[in-house]
């Protein structure tokens, strides 16, 4: 995937939120790390707090489905507020749909690419490759 330079790229999983800002002006991936705007993840799904069930079992899923509202509301602040111009996101497969459910329009239409894999955690090398390779 070609994304354009000062293109934001967010690298999630259900605990943790990398953010990478494109430097390279051809499209190509050369990501730098930026600062991470704090997250609230006390959002548990859209209907607050819910028992645990067999559709979503226990504790910790529910902090990690909060966690992925609370960096999609993230995003759609600095998407909002111009702060974002275009944004590439990876997330592990589960954490993706969890955050796709509270994307503002806003965002949707900055949205340039999604990848659907597990990357926090992994190099640099690893990231510019998955974006390149999608």
Known sequence: MLIPNEAFV???????????????????PSLVAMS???????????GGRHQSSAANPDDSQQSEDGFAAGVSAMLNAQVMA??????????APR????????YHKGLSAKLVGEVAKDLTGHSLQDIEKAVANA
């Open 82 to 91: 111009g702060h974002i111009g275009s944004l590439v996101i990876i997330a």
């Open 36 to 46: 991470v705007p704090g997250v609230d993840g006390s959002d548990r799904s859209s």
């Open 10 to 28: 967010a690298v999630v999983d259900g605990e943790k939120l990398n953010l990478f800002q494109n430097t390279s002006k051809d499209g190509t």
């Open 95 to 102: 954490t993706l749909g969890e955050m796709r459910k509270h």
